[in-house]
Protein backbone atom coordinates (compact mmCIF):
# COMPACT_ATOMS: atom_id res chain seq x y z
CA UNK A 1 0.00 0.00 0.00
CA UNK A 2 1.71 3.22 -0.83
CA UNK A 3 1.06 6.00 1.53
CA UNK A 4 2.42 9.72 0.81
CA UNK A 5 2.47 12.97 3.36
CA UNK A 6 -0.48 15.47 3.71
CA UNK A 7 0.40 18.72 5.19
CA UNK A 8 -2.97 20.70 5.98
CA UNK A 9 -2.80 24.48 7.14
CA UNK A 10 -3.99 24.33 10.83
CA UNK A 11 -7.12 26.34 11.27
CA UNK A 12 -5.93 28.83 13.54
CA UNK A 13 -3.32 29.58 11.06
CA UNK A 14 -5.95 30.11 8.40
CA UNK A 15 -8.05 32.07 10.68
CA UNK A 16 -5.37 34.46 11.89
CA UNK A 17 -4.27 35.23 8.23
CA UNK A 18 -7.40 36.95 8.29
CA UNK A 19 -8.86 40.19 9.87
CA UNK A 20 -10.69 37.99 12.50
CA UNK A 21 -7.18 37.48 13.92
CA UNK A 22 -7.99 40.41 15.95
CA UNK A 23 -10.88 38.85 17.69
CA UNK A 24 -9.19 36.82 19.81
CA UNK A 25 -6.37 36.62 22.16
CA UNK A 26 -5.26 32.87 21.29
CA UNK A 27 -4.64 34.21 17.50
CA UNK A 28 -2.88 37.28 18.17
CA UNK A 29 -0.66 35.12 20.50
CA UNK A 30 -0.29 32.85 17.72
CA UNK A 31 1.01 35.61 15.23
CA UNK A 32 2.87 37.41 18.01
CA UNK A 33 4.81 34.72 19.52
CA UNK A 34 7.29 33.70 16.64
CA UNK A 35 8.54 37.66 16.12
CA UNK A 36 8.03 38.60 20.51
CA UNK A 37 10.02 35.49 21.13
CA UNK A 38 13.66 36.36 19.37
CA UNK A 39 12.70 40.42 19.78
CA UNK A 40 12.25 39.71 23.92
CA UNK A 41 14.65 37.53 24.29
CA UNK A 42 17.54 39.44 22.55
CA UNK A 43 16.30 42.51 24.53
CA UNK A 44 16.05 40.52 28.12
CA UNK A 45 19.03 37.87 28.18
CA UNK A 46 21.91 40.51 28.60
CA UNK A 47 19.89 41.54 32.03
CA UNK A 48 19.67 37.98 33.48
CA UNK A 49 23.63 36.93 31.84
CA UNK A 50 26.60 36.71 33.64
CA UNK A 51 29.48 38.67 32.38
CA UNK A 52 30.81 35.82 30.55
CA UNK A 53 27.67 34.81 28.29
CA UNK A 54 27.21 38.21 27.66
CA UNK A 55 30.13 38.00 25.92
CA UNK A 56 29.16 34.75 23.72
CA UNK A 57 25.85 36.66 23.62
CA UNK A 58 27.70 39.39 21.69
CA UNK A 59 29.41 37.01 19.57
CA UNK A 60 25.83 35.34 18.75
CA UNK A 61 24.45 38.80 17.68
CA UNK A 62 27.58 39.73 15.99
CA UNK A 63 27.72 36.49 13.78
CA UNK A 64 23.70 36.38 13.18
CA UNK A 65 24.61 39.86 11.73
CA UNK A 66 26.99 38.28 9.60
CA UNK A 67 24.81 34.85 8.81
CA UNK A 68 22.17 37.49 7.67
CA UNK A 69 24.20 39.74 5.21
CA UNK A 70 25.37 36.16 3.43
CA UNK A 71 21.35 35.09 3.32
CA UNK A 72 21.16 38.83 1.65
CA UNK A 73 23.43 38.28 -1.34
CA UNK A 74 22.40 34.30 -1.45
CA UNK A 75 18.85 35.52 -2.00
CA UNK A 76 20.25 37.99 -4.72
CA UNK A 77 22.09 34.90 -6.39
CA UNK A 78 25.88 35.81 -5.29
CA UNK A 79 26.99 33.00 -2.93
CA UNK A 80 29.95 34.42 -0.94
CA UNK A 81 32.38 32.32 0.59
CA UNK A 82 34.36 35.22 1.72
CA UNK A 83 32.18 37.28 4.52
CA UNK A 84 35.77 37.91 6.07
CA UNK A 85 36.54 40.15 3.37
CA UNK A 86 33.67 42.94 4.35
CA UNK A 87 34.01 42.03 7.83
CA UNK A 88 37.90 42.64 7.64
CA UNK A 89 37.45 45.73 5.87
CA UNK A 90 34.78 47.07 7.93
CA UNK A 91 37.21 46.35 10.81
CA UNK A 92 40.47 47.72 9.12
CA UNK A 93 38.41 51.20 8.49
CA UNK A 94 37.39 51.23 12.28
CA UNK A 95 40.42 50.59 13.31
CA UNK A 96 42.41 53.42 11.47
CA UNK A 97 39.68 56.38 11.79
CA UNK A 98 39.61 55.37 15.53
CA UNK A 99 43.56 54.87 15.67
CA UNK A 100 45.35 57.09 13.39
CA UNK A 101 42.71 60.03 12.91
CA UNK A 102 40.89 59.94 16.28
CA UNK A 103 37.72 59.28 15.50
CA UNK A 104 35.13 58.90 18.34
CA UNK A 105 34.06 54.94 18.60
CA UNK A 106 30.48 55.91 18.12
CA UNK A 107 31.39 57.88 14.88
CA UNK A 108 33.94 55.93 13.90
CA UNK A 109 31.20 52.69 13.89
CA UNK A 110 28.48 53.98 11.31
CA UNK A 111 31.39 55.80 8.78
CA UNK A 112 33.27 52.37 8.68
CA UNK A 113 29.97 50.27 8.35
CA UNK A 114 29.63 52.37 4.54
CA UNK A 115 33.40 53.23 3.87
CA UNK A 116 33.51 49.07 4.25
CA UNK A 117 30.37 48.81 2.48
CA UNK A 118 31.47 50.94 -0.17
CA UNK A 119 35.00 48.97 -0.65
CA UNK A 120 33.88 45.86 -0.67
CA UNK A 121 31.21 46.92 -3.69
CA UNK A 122 34.58 48.82 -5.47
CA UNK A 123 36.34 45.66 -4.91
CA UNK A 124 33.76 43.04 -6.41
CA UNK A 125 32.61 45.63 -9.02
CA UNK A 126 34.49 43.84 -11.56
CA UNK A 127 33.30 40.48 -11.19
CA UNK A 128 29.59 41.41 -10.88
CA UNK A 129 29.00 39.77 -14.04
CA UNK A 130 30.47 36.17 -13.09
CA UNK A 131 28.03 33.41 -12.19
CA UNK A 132 27.05 30.75 -9.40
CA UNK A 133 30.51 29.20 -8.32
CA UNK A 134 33.17 31.37 -9.95
CA UNK A 135 31.43 34.55 -8.44
CA UNK A 136 31.63 32.15 -4.76
CA UNK A 137 35.63 31.60 -5.80
CA UNK A 138 36.49 35.35 -6.24
CA UNK A 139 34.85 36.07 -2.71
CA UNK A 140 37.00 33.40 -1.67
CA UNK A 141 40.01 33.95 -2.73
CA UNK A 142 40.42 38.02 -2.29
CA UNK A 143 40.58 37.52 1.80
CA UNK A 144 43.56 35.32 1.64
CA UNK A 145 45.32 37.65 -0.76
CA UNK A 146 44.41 41.04 1.08
CA UNK A 147 45.72 38.79 4.48
CA UNK A 148 49.42 38.17 2.30
CA UNK A 149 49.34 42.03 1.32
CA UNK A 150 49.02 43.32 4.57
CA UNK A 151 51.66 40.88 6.05
CA UNK A 152 54.48 41.26 2.58
CA UNK A 153 53.41 45.52 2.66
CA UNK A 154 53.22 46.10 6.28
CA UNK A 155 50.86 48.75 5.86
CA UNK A 156 48.41 49.33 9.39
CA UNK A 157 50.42 47.90 11.40
CA UNK A 158 51.31 44.46 9.50
CA UNK A 159 51.39 41.34 11.28
CA UNK A 160 51.37 43.12 14.09
CA UNK A 161 47.82 44.96 13.67
CA UNK A 162 46.63 48.23 15.50
CA UNK A 163 46.05 47.69 19.32
CA UNK A 164 44.82 50.03 22.13
CA UNK A 165 41.79 51.30 19.76
CA UNK A 166 39.34 53.19 21.84
CA UNK A 167 36.38 50.81 22.95
CA UNK A 168 33.01 52.06 23.60
CA UNK A 169 31.50 54.07 26.31
CA UNK A 170 30.33 50.92 28.49
CA UNK A 171 29.53 47.47 28.36
CA UNK A 172 25.10 48.08 28.38
CA UNK A 173 25.84 50.49 25.34
CA UNK A 174 28.22 47.52 23.54
CA UNK A 175 25.47 45.58 24.35
CA UNK A 176 22.54 46.95 23.37
CA UNK A 177 24.09 48.82 19.94
CA UNK A 178 24.64 45.08 18.59
CA UNK A 179 21.45 43.32 19.34
CA UNK A 180 19.74 46.60 18.38
CA UNK A 181 21.19 46.13 15.35
CA UNK A 182 20.39 42.36 15.13
CA UNK A 183 16.96 42.93 15.69
CA UNK A 184 16.80 46.13 13.20
CA UNK A 185 18.34 44.27 10.42
CA UNK A 186 16.20 41.06 10.80
CA UNK A 187 13.04 42.58 10.58
CA UNK A 188 13.78 45.84 8.68
CA UNK A 189 16.04 43.96 5.78
CA UNK A 190 12.60 40.67 5.94
CA UNK A 191 10.71 43.56 5.23
CA UNK A 192 12.68 45.13 2.54
CA UNK A 193 13.21 41.30 0.73
CA UNK A 194 9.33 40.97 0.94
CA UNK A 195 8.69 44.27 -0.64
CA UNK A 196 9.15 44.63 -5.05
CA UNK A 197 12.59 45.42 -4.45
CA UNK A 198 12.85 42.42 -2.61
CA UNK A 199 11.42 40.48 -5.25
CA UNK A 200 13.56 41.96 -8.27
CA UNK A 201 16.68 40.31 -6.24
CA UNK A 202 15.22 37.16 -5.69
CA UNK A 203 14.04 37.11 -9.18
CA UNK A 204 17.86 37.88 -10.14
CA UNK A 205 18.60 34.71 -8.42
CA UNK A 206 15.86 32.66 -9.75
CA UNK A 207 16.53 33.49 -13.40
CA UNK A 208 18.82 36.71 -14.24
CA UNK A 209 18.16 36.28 -17.74
CA UNK A 210 14.88 36.49 -17.91
CA UNK A 211 15.02 40.25 -15.44
CA UNK A 212 16.94 41.43 -17.86
CA UNK A 213 14.34 40.43 -20.55
CA UNK A 214 12.17 42.72 -18.68
CA UNK A 215 14.55 45.62 -18.91
CA UNK A 216 15.73 45.94 -15.35
CA UNK A 217 19.18 46.56 -15.01
CA UNK A 218 20.62 43.58 -13.00
CA UNK A 219 24.09 44.94 -12.49
CA UNK A 220 22.88 47.98 -10.48
CA UNK A 221 20.30 45.73 -8.38
CA UNK A 222 23.33 43.39 -7.85
CA UNK A 223 25.74 46.29 -6.53
CA UNK A 224 22.94 47.63 -4.12
CA UNK A 225 22.30 44.15 -2.85
CA UNK A 226 25.79 43.92 -2.28
CA UNK A 227 26.85 47.26 -0.57
CA UNK A 228 23.94 46.53 1.29
CA UNK A 229 25.15 43.37 2.85
CA UNK A 230 28.20 44.45 2.77
CA UNK A 231 28.23 47.67 4.96
CA UNK A 232 25.86 45.07 6.99
CA UNK A 233 28.95 42.88 7.70
CA UNK A 234 31.33 45.79 7.44
CA UNK A 235 29.28 47.18 10.71
CA UNK A 236 30.16 43.76 12.60
CA UNK A 237 33.41 44.04 11.81
CA UNK A 238 33.94 47.55 13.34
CA UNK A 239 31.95 46.86 15.95
CA UNK A 240 34.19 43.68 16.68
CA UNK A 241 37.02 45.93 16.33
CA UNK A 242 36.05 48.19 19.37
CA UNK A 243 34.94 44.96 21.42
CA UNK A 244 38.69 43.94 20.93
CA UNK A 245 40.54 46.75 20.88
CA UNK A 246 42.49 45.69 17.98
CA UNK A 247 42.32 44.87 14.49
CA UNK A 248 45.02 42.47 12.44
CA UNK A 249 45.37 40.03 10.26
CA UNK A 250 42.72 37.53 11.75
CA UNK A 251 40.04 39.53 10.84
CA UNK A 252 40.51 38.08 7.11
CA UNK A 253 40.70 34.52 8.52
CA UNK A 254 38.25 31.47 7.41
CA UNK A 255 36.40 31.42 10.66
CA UNK A 256 34.05 34.82 9.26
CA UNK A 257 33.44 32.93 6.71
CA UNK A 258 32.91 29.64 7.84
CA UNK A 259 30.53 30.23 10.99
CA UNK A 260 28.08 32.53 8.82
CA UNK A 261 27.72 30.34 6.19
CA UNK A 262 27.11 27.58 8.49
CA UNK A 263 24.83 29.22 10.75
CA UNK A 264 22.81 30.35 7.61
CA UNK A 265 23.08 26.47 5.92
CA UNK A 266 21.92 25.11 9.61
CA UNK A 267 19.25 27.56 9.97
CA UNK A 268 17.93 27.44 6.88
CA UNK A 269 18.61 29.72 3.69
CA UNK A 270 16.47 32.27 2.03
CA UNK A 271 14.82 33.73 5.67
CA UNK A 272 16.50 35.77 6.91
CA UNK A 273 15.05 34.31 10.43
CA UNK A 274 16.84 30.99 9.57
CA UNK A 275 20.41 32.94 9.45
CA UNK A 276 19.57 33.82 13.32
CA UNK A 277 18.45 30.77 14.06
CA UNK A 278 21.67 29.04 13.13
CA UNK A 279 23.73 31.98 14.85
CA UNK A 280 21.60 31.19 17.96
CA UNK A 281 22.72 27.03 18.13
CA UNK A 282 25.88 27.19 16.43
CA UNK A 283 27.80 30.18 18.71
CA UNK A 284 26.98 28.78 21.94
CA UNK A 285 27.57 25.15 21.19
CA UNK A 286 30.95 26.44 20.08
CA UNK A 287 31.10 28.09 23.34
CA UNK A 288 30.26 24.55 25.32
CA UNK A 289 32.93 23.24 23.09
CA UNK A 290 35.52 25.33 23.40
CA UNK A 291 37.43 23.07 25.86
CA UNK A 292 38.10 20.88 22.76
CA UNK A 293 39.65 23.66 20.72
CA UNK A 294 40.97 22.98 17.28
CA UNK A 295 38.06 20.39 17.40
CA UNK A 296 35.45 22.82 16.51
CA UNK A 297 35.99 24.21 13.09
CA UNK A 298 36.19 20.11 12.61
CA UNK A 299 32.69 20.27 13.76
CA UNK A 300 31.51 23.27 11.68
CA UNK A 301 32.63 21.70 8.59
CA UNK A 302 31.10 18.13 9.40
CA UNK A 303 27.65 20.13 10.36
CA UNK A 304 28.03 22.07 7.50
CA UNK A 305 28.26 18.83 5.24
CA UNK A 306 25.20 17.29 7.55
CA UNK A 307 22.78 19.96 7.23
CA UNK A 308 23.66 19.95 3.03
CA UNK A 309 22.82 16.54 2.71
CA UNK A 310 20.33 15.28 5.48
CA UNK A 311 18.62 18.99 6.19
CA UNK A 312 18.63 21.03 2.97
CA UNK A 313 15.96 23.32 3.96
CA UNK A 314 17.31 23.78 7.29
CA UNK A 315 16.01 24.32 11.12
CA UNK A 316 13.66 27.19 10.84
CA UNK A 317 11.94 26.02 7.54
CA UNK A 318 11.39 22.44 9.45
CA UNK A 319 10.37 24.71 12.72
CA UNK A 320 7.98 27.15 10.63
CA UNK A 321 6.18 23.79 8.93
CA UNK A 322 5.20 22.47 12.29
CA UNK A 323 3.64 25.19 13.54
CA UNK A 324 1.28 25.98 10.28
CA UNK A 325 1.06 22.56 9.22
CA UNK A 326 -0.61 19.25 10.19
CA UNK A 327 0.84 16.35 8.67
CA UNK A 328 -0.46 13.01 8.38
CA UNK A 329 -0.28 10.06 5.94
CA UNK A 330 -2.77 9.60 4.00
CA UNK A 331 -3.11 6.39 1.33
CA UNK A 332 -2.28 7.20 -2.52
CA UNK A 333 -5.46 6.30 -4.45
CA UNK B 1 71.67 33.74 -10.74
CA UNK B 2 69.24 33.86 -13.70
CA UNK B 3 69.90 30.36 -14.78
CA UNK B 4 68.93 29.14 -11.68
CA UNK B 5 66.05 31.13 -11.24
CA UNK B 6 65.23 29.66 -14.82
CA UNK B 7 65.84 26.21 -13.90
CA UNK B 8 63.67 26.16 -10.59
CA UNK B 9 60.88 28.09 -11.99
CA UNK B 10 61.01 24.86 -14.57
CA UNK B 11 60.74 22.59 -11.77
CA UNK B 12 58.52 24.37 -10.22
CA UNK B 13 56.22 24.54 -12.84
CA UNK B 14 56.54 20.51 -12.73
CA UNK B 15 55.56 20.81 -9.19
CA UNK B 16 52.65 22.61 -9.75
CA UNK B 17 51.65 20.68 -12.84
CA UNK B 18 51.78 17.27 -10.79
CA UNK B 19 49.90 18.82 -7.45
CA UNK B 20 47.00 20.33 -9.74
CA UNK B 21 46.08 17.50 -12.15
CA UNK B 22 43.91 15.36 -9.36
CA UNK B 23 41.70 18.35 -9.23
CA UNK B 24 41.84 19.21 -13.24
CA UNK B 25 40.48 15.75 -13.99
CA UNK B 26 37.95 16.03 -11.52
CA UNK B 27 37.02 20.03 -11.64
CA UNK B 28 38.44 20.67 -14.89
CA UNK B 29 37.22 17.70 -17.01
CA UNK B 30 34.13 16.30 -15.88
CA UNK B 31 33.03 19.02 -14.03
CA UNK B 32 32.14 17.61 -10.49
CA UNK B 33 33.81 19.81 -7.50
CA UNK B 34 36.14 18.62 -5.34
CA UNK B 35 37.59 21.24 -2.46
CA UNK B 36 38.20 18.71 -0.36
CA UNK B 37 40.93 18.06 -2.74
CA UNK B 38 44.03 19.53 -0.59
CA UNK B 39 42.91 17.35 2.36
CA UNK B 40 43.26 14.36 0.38
CA UNK B 41 46.75 15.29 -0.47
CA UNK B 42 47.41 15.76 3.00
CA UNK B 43 45.31 12.72 4.46
CA UNK B 44 47.27 10.19 1.90
CA UNK B 45 50.60 11.71 3.13
CA UNK B 46 49.95 10.94 6.56
CA UNK B 47 48.53 7.81 6.40
CA UNK B 48 52.37 7.22 4.56
CA UNK B 49 53.99 8.43 6.71
CA UNK B 50 52.10 6.65 9.87
CA UNK B 51 52.65 3.13 7.74
CA UNK B 52 56.27 3.36 6.81
CA UNK B 53 57.28 5.14 10.23
CA UNK B 54 55.01 3.66 12.51
CA UNK B 55 54.41 0.20 11.32
CA UNK B 56 57.67 -0.26 9.84
CA UNK B 57 55.80 -1.14 6.15
CA UNK B 58 57.97 -1.39 3.20
CA UNK B 59 57.86 2.12 1.49
CA UNK B 60 55.94 0.47 -1.58
CA UNK B 61 53.71 -1.38 -0.06
CA UNK B 62 52.99 1.71 2.20
CA UNK B 63 52.49 4.21 -0.74
CA UNK B 64 50.08 2.16 -2.18
CA UNK B 65 48.15 1.61 0.32
CA UNK B 66 47.80 4.98 1.36
CA UNK B 67 46.87 5.80 -2.55
CA UNK B 68 44.13 3.04 -2.53
CA UNK B 69 43.01 3.90 0.55
CA UNK B 70 42.69 7.81 -0.34
CA UNK B 71 40.87 6.42 -3.75
CA UNK B 72 38.48 4.47 -1.73
CA UNK B 73 37.86 7.52 0.77
CA UNK B 74 37.50 9.91 -2.55
CA UNK B 75 34.20 7.30 -3.86
CA UNK B 76 33.05 7.04 -0.77
CA UNK B 77 32.44 11.03 -0.41
CA UNK B 78 31.08 10.97 -3.64
CA UNK B 79 28.41 8.27 -2.90
CA UNK B 80 27.64 9.23 0.53
CA UNK B 81 27.75 13.31 0.38
CA UNK B 82 28.00 14.59 -3.33
CA UNK B 83 25.81 12.12 -4.91
CA UNK B 84 22.77 13.97 -2.90
CA UNK B 85 23.72 17.37 -3.74
CA UNK B 86 24.54 16.99 -7.42
CA UNK B 87 24.11 19.61 -9.67
CA UNK B 88 23.89 22.13 -7.09
CA UNK B 89 26.88 23.38 -7.96
CA UNK B 90 27.25 25.44 -4.76
CA UNK B 91 26.11 22.69 -2.62
CA UNK B 92 28.95 20.57 -4.10
CA UNK B 93 31.36 23.34 -3.28
CA UNK B 94 30.33 23.70 0.07
CA UNK B 95 29.94 20.24 0.98
CA UNK B 96 33.52 19.07 -0.17
CA UNK B 97 34.87 22.29 1.31
CA UNK B 98 32.96 21.32 4.82
CA UNK B 99 34.83 17.91 4.55
CA UNK B 100 38.31 19.26 3.74
CA UNK B 101 38.07 21.26 6.39
CA UNK B 102 37.11 18.87 8.86
CA UNK B 103 39.74 16.81 7.89
CA UNK B 104 43.00 19.27 7.78
CA UNK B 105 41.61 20.59 11.04
CA UNK B 106 41.25 17.00 12.35
CA UNK B 107 44.97 16.41 11.56
CA UNK B 108 45.77 20.60 12.64
CA UNK B 109 44.54 19.27 16.08
CA UNK B 110 45.83 15.66 16.49
CA UNK B 111 49.21 17.87 16.17
CA UNK B 112 50.93 16.19 13.07
CA UNK B 113 53.25 19.93 12.85
CA UNK B 114 56.56 19.47 12.54
CA UNK B 115 59.85 18.47 10.36
CA UNK B 116 59.61 15.15 11.36
CA UNK B 117 56.48 14.33 9.39
CA UNK B 118 58.08 13.96 6.14
CA UNK B 119 58.31 11.36 3.72
CA UNK B 120 61.83 9.87 2.31
CA UNK B 121 63.19 10.79 -0.64
CA UNK B 122 63.85 8.23 -3.16
CA UNK B 123 67.50 9.18 -4.55
CA UNK B 124 69.35 11.51 -2.04
CA UNK B 125 71.78 12.73 -4.36
CA UNK B 126 72.00 15.63 -6.87
CA UNK B 127 73.50 16.97 -9.95
CA UNK B 128 74.98 20.44 -11.14
CA UNK B 129 73.80 22.03 -14.00
CA UNK B 130 75.74 25.25 -14.84
CA UNK B 131 76.36 26.50 -11.28
CA UNK B 132 72.95 25.28 -9.80
CA UNK B 133 72.20 22.21 -7.77
CA UNK B 134 69.37 20.03 -8.54
CA UNK B 135 68.50 17.31 -6.63
CA UNK B 136 67.01 14.03 -8.27
CA UNK B 137 64.11 14.16 -6.30
CA UNK B 138 62.81 16.97 -8.81
CA UNK B 139 63.94 15.57 -11.90
CA UNK B 140 61.42 12.55 -11.25
CA UNK B 141 58.49 15.11 -10.15
CA UNK B 142 59.51 16.64 -13.70
CA UNK B 143 59.21 12.96 -15.16
CA UNK B 144 56.41 12.19 -13.63
CA UNK B 145 54.63 15.65 -14.43
CA UNK B 146 55.52 14.69 -18.10
CA UNK B 147 54.49 11.49 -17.87
CA UNK B 148 51.06 12.15 -16.25
CA UNK B 149 50.17 15.40 -18.49
CA UNK B 150 50.50 13.02 -21.76
CA UNK B 151 48.54 10.56 -20.09
CA UNK B 152 46.18 12.66 -19.62
CA UNK B 153 45.44 13.97 -22.36
CA UNK B 154 45.50 10.38 -24.50
CA UNK B 155 43.23 9.02 -21.21
CA UNK B 156 40.83 11.99 -22.11
CA UNK B 157 40.93 11.78 -25.90
CA UNK B 158 41.39 8.06 -26.94
CA UNK B 159 39.94 6.02 -24.17
CA UNK B 160 36.20 5.52 -23.39
CA UNK B 161 36.28 6.18 -20.00
CA UNK B 162 37.92 9.52 -20.65
CA UNK B 163 35.54 10.55 -22.72
CA UNK B 164 32.86 9.70 -21.05
CA UNK B 165 34.46 12.33 -17.74
CA UNK B 166 34.41 14.87 -21.05
CA UNK B 167 31.01 13.89 -22.25
CA UNK B 168 29.37 14.02 -18.46
CA UNK B 169 30.74 17.98 -18.08
CA UNK B 170 29.60 19.16 -21.15
CA UNK B 171 25.73 18.28 -21.49
CA UNK B 172 25.19 15.28 -18.84
CA UNK B 173 21.19 14.34 -20.24
CA UNK B 174 22.67 13.76 -23.58
CA UNK B 175 25.80 11.87 -22.18
CA UNK B 176 22.67 9.70 -20.28
CA UNK B 177 21.18 9.39 -23.51
CA UNK B 178 24.08 7.60 -25.10
CA UNK B 179 24.61 4.85 -22.23
CA UNK B 180 26.87 7.18 -19.70
CA UNK B 181 25.62 6.17 -16.33
CA UNK B 182 26.98 9.80 -15.07
CA UNK B 183 26.91 9.26 -11.55
CA UNK B 184 29.04 5.98 -11.68
CA UNK B 185 31.09 8.42 -13.89
CA UNK B 186 31.49 10.49 -11.89
CA UNK B 187 32.10 8.82 -8.86
CA UNK B 188 34.95 7.27 -11.00
CA UNK B 189 36.43 10.83 -11.63
CA UNK B 190 36.23 11.98 -8.09
CA UNK B 191 37.99 8.85 -6.97
CA UNK B 192 40.66 9.35 -9.51
CA UNK B 193 41.63 12.61 -8.69
CA UNK B 194 42.16 12.05 -5.13
CA UNK B 195 44.42 9.14 -6.69
CA UNK B 196 46.00 11.51 -8.24
CA UNK B 197 46.40 13.48 -5.29
CA UNK B 198 48.07 10.95 -3.31
CA UNK B 199 50.19 10.51 -5.98
CA UNK B 200 51.61 13.92 -6.12
CA UNK B 201 51.42 13.90 -2.38
CA UNK B 202 54.24 11.16 -2.34
CA UNK B 203 56.51 12.79 -4.96
CA UNK B 204 56.28 16.15 -3.73
CA UNK B 205 56.00 15.79 0.06
CA UNK B 206 59.86 14.87 0.13
CA UNK B 207 60.57 17.93 -0.84
CA UNK B 208 58.98 19.53 2.43
CA UNK B 209 56.91 17.98 5.37
CA UNK B 210 53.80 17.68 5.92
CA UNK B 211 51.32 20.27 7.64
CA UNK B 212 47.76 20.77 7.44
CA UNK B 213 47.96 24.65 6.00
CA UNK B 214 50.05 22.90 2.81
CA UNK B 215 46.63 21.44 2.71
CA UNK B 216 45.03 25.13 2.01
CA UNK B 217 47.87 25.65 -0.44
CA UNK B 218 47.57 23.12 -2.63
CA UNK B 219 43.93 23.44 -3.05
CA UNK B 220 44.36 26.97 -3.91
CA UNK B 221 47.18 26.13 -6.17
CA UNK B 222 45.44 23.52 -8.19
CA UNK B 223 42.23 26.02 -8.41
CA UNK B 224 44.94 28.36 -10.23
CA UNK B 225 46.47 25.94 -12.53
CA UNK B 226 42.79 24.65 -13.21
CA UNK B 227 41.38 27.86 -13.66
CA UNK B 228 44.15 30.05 -15.50
CA UNK B 229 44.80 26.69 -17.95
CA UNK B 230 40.86 26.52 -18.66
CA UNK B 231 38.20 23.95 -17.52
CA UNK B 232 38.65 21.00 -19.88
CA UNK B 233 41.66 21.26 -21.19
CA UNK B 234 44.96 19.33 -20.30
CA UNK B 235 47.07 21.91 -22.68
CA UNK B 236 46.10 24.54 -20.47
CA UNK B 237 47.15 22.74 -17.34
CA UNK B 238 50.89 22.83 -18.52
CA UNK B 239 50.58 26.51 -19.83
CA UNK B 240 48.99 27.38 -16.33
CA UNK B 241 51.61 25.35 -14.51
CA UNK B 242 54.70 27.43 -16.44
CA UNK B 243 52.79 30.94 -15.85
CA UNK B 244 52.43 30.51 -12.09
CA UNK B 245 55.79 27.88 -11.64
CA UNK B 246 58.61 30.94 -13.36
CA UNK B 247 56.00 34.08 -12.17
CA UNK B 248 56.15 32.10 -8.29
CA UNK B 249 60.38 32.22 -8.62
CA UNK B 250 61.13 34.94 -10.38
CA UNK B 251 58.76 37.26 -7.86
CA UNK B 252 60.78 34.64 -5.30
CA UNK B 253 64.16 36.23 -6.35
CA UNK B 254 63.64 39.36 -7.61
CA UNK B 255 60.92 40.87 -5.29
CA UNK B 256 60.42 38.69 -1.78
CA UNK B 257 59.20 35.67 -0.87
CA UNK B 258 56.33 37.53 0.96
CA UNK B 259 55.30 38.52 -2.39
CA UNK B 260 55.03 34.90 -3.87
CA UNK B 261 51.04 33.50 -2.65
CA UNK B 262 49.95 36.82 -3.82
CA UNK B 263 51.02 36.31 -7.48
CA UNK B 264 49.19 33.07 -7.79
CA UNK B 265 46.18 34.68 -6.50
CA UNK B 266 46.06 37.91 -8.05
CA UNK B 267 46.61 35.80 -11.60
CA UNK B 268 43.63 33.64 -10.65
CA UNK B 269 41.37 37.17 -9.99
CA UNK B 270 42.57 38.71 -13.17
CA UNK B 271 41.40 35.01 -15.04
CA UNK B 272 38.03 35.15 -13.66
CA UNK B 273 37.14 38.66 -14.01
CA UNK B 274 38.40 38.63 -17.32
CA UNK B 275 38.18 35.09 -18.92
CA UNK B 276 36.74 33.06 -16.25
CA UNK B 277 36.43 29.44 -18.51
CA UNK B 278 40.60 30.37 -18.24
CA UNK B 279 42.93 30.94 -21.67
CA UNK B 280 41.84 27.71 -23.48
CA UNK B 281 38.13 26.78 -21.61
CA UNK B 282 36.25 26.91 -24.41
CA UNK B 283 32.98 25.59 -22.55
CA UNK B 284 29.69 27.31 -21.49
CA UNK B 285 30.24 30.87 -21.79
CA UNK B 286 26.76 31.72 -20.69
CA UNK B 287 27.10 29.86 -17.36
CA UNK B 288 29.75 31.55 -16.27
CA UNK B 289 28.63 35.46 -16.56
CA UNK B 290 25.64 37.84 -17.56
Known amino acids: ?333 | MLLGTIIYGLLNSAVLAVMAIGFNLTFGISGVANFAYGAMYIFSAYLSWTLFNLLDWPYGLAVSASISATMALGALMYRFVLLRVRGQALSEVIATFGIGLAILELFHYLGFVGFEYTLPVLIDDGIMIGDTMVDWQRILITGVAGLLVTGLWAFTHYTRLGLAFRGIAQDERTALTLGIESDRIAMISVSLGCGLAALAATVIIPLGSISPSEGYEVLIKALAVCIIGGLGSTGGVIVASFLIGFAERFTDTYVSSHWTMIVSLAAILLVLGFKPSGLFGRQKELEERI
Open chain 1, 1 to 333: MERRKERIDRGIKVRAGDVFALCSWREMLYLLAPRLIPVLGFLLLPLVLDNYWQKVLLSVAAFALLAISWDILAQSGMVSLGQALFFGLGAYCSGVLTHTFGCPPLLALPAAALLGGLLSTLCLLPVLRLRGVYFSMVTLIIPLMLVRVIEATKIFGGTEGLSGIAPLPSKWVELYLIVGALLAALFGFRRLLDSDYGLVLKAIKDNDRSVINAGINIYWFKAQALFIASSLAALTGAYMTHVYMFVGMPVFALDYSILPIAAAVVGGPGTLAGATVGAVILVPLSEVLRGIGGLRIVFYGLFLVVFIVALPEGIFHYIQRKYHQVERWVEVQ
